[in-house]
């Protein structure tokens, strides 16, 4: 029953550097997204997935990237790590109009 | 205007009240509503979701929904402090392509 998986769950970057962000689910999902969340705050959607073969931005995709490389992964991409990546990113996973399961989140630190 | 919006709180409630969480969305054609809440440091889980205008319980948990007014609630009757969280509303919005959109969340405390 591993739902959404996460990896990694920590990281720090140098200010400059790139990384990807990995996201899985096994549950048949079409439906996949990335979120940001900063102290205090909500979740904010950077990117999503309706179905394999397609992403979209959301509220904030400045400086990032994403790729859908089957139906069960969605990654995302930071090309160049700025400081105010800083965050806590959250992907989930859902089908059609029921509810998204989210994974465990990873927790960046660029300095 | 953003597409979620809730009262960022805190909004502070004795033990055994009824706390009463709102949000509003812009999009009028929004079919499907959540209620996620999220302990700090941790993912958020769901409480409730609702489709259909009116009430919807569940437990110590009811959700409303008025579709013309653009508005969902979430009340939590006979607070504990283990209630005590932050609660997030999410709307997935039409148009298409499915996005779900989240508020900013409303911080709860439950005080003994």
């Known amino acids: 029953n591993a739902g959404v998986t996460q990896t990694p769950k920590f990281q720090v970057l140098k200010t400059g550097q790139s990384m990807t962000l990995q996201c899985a689910q096994d549950?048949?999902?079409?439906?996949m997204y990335w979120y940001r969340q900063d102290p205090g705050m909500g979740l904010r959607l950077i990117y999503y997935s309706a179905s394999e073969g397609t992403t979209d931005k959301g509220e904030v995709p400045n400086g990032y990237n994403v790729s859908r490389l089957n139906k069960r992964e969605f990654s995302l991409r930071l090309e160049s790590a700025a400081p105010s990546q800083t965050s806590v990113y959250f992907c989930?996973?859902?089908?059609?109009?029921?509810?998204?399961?989210f994974g465990s989140g990873t927790r960046l630190t660029v300095v | 205007q953003k597409e979620v919006e809730q009262n960022s709180g805190p909004l502070s409630v004795p033990e055994g009240a009824i706390a009463s969480l709102n949000c509003t969305y812009s999009d009028r054609g929004s079919q499907s509503f959540f209620w996620y809440r999220q302990y700090s440091g941790k993912s958020p889980e769901l409480i409730m979701f609702i489709y259909s205008n009116g009430d919807k319980e569940d437990g110590r948990f009811t959700a409303q929904l008025n579709k013309a007014s653009q508005y969902v609630s979430l009340l939590i009757r006979d607070s504990q402090p283990s209630d005590s969280a932050t609660y997030l509303c999410?709307?997935?919005?039409?148009?298409?392509?499915?996005?779900?959109?989240f508020g900013a969340g409303t911080r709860l405390a439950v005080h003994p």
């Open positions: 549950m048949n999902h079409n439906s």
């Open positions: 989930a996973s859902s089908e059609a109009a029921q509810p998204a399961t």
């Open positions: 999410a709307v997935l919005v039409s148009g298409g392509y499915n996005k779900l959109i």
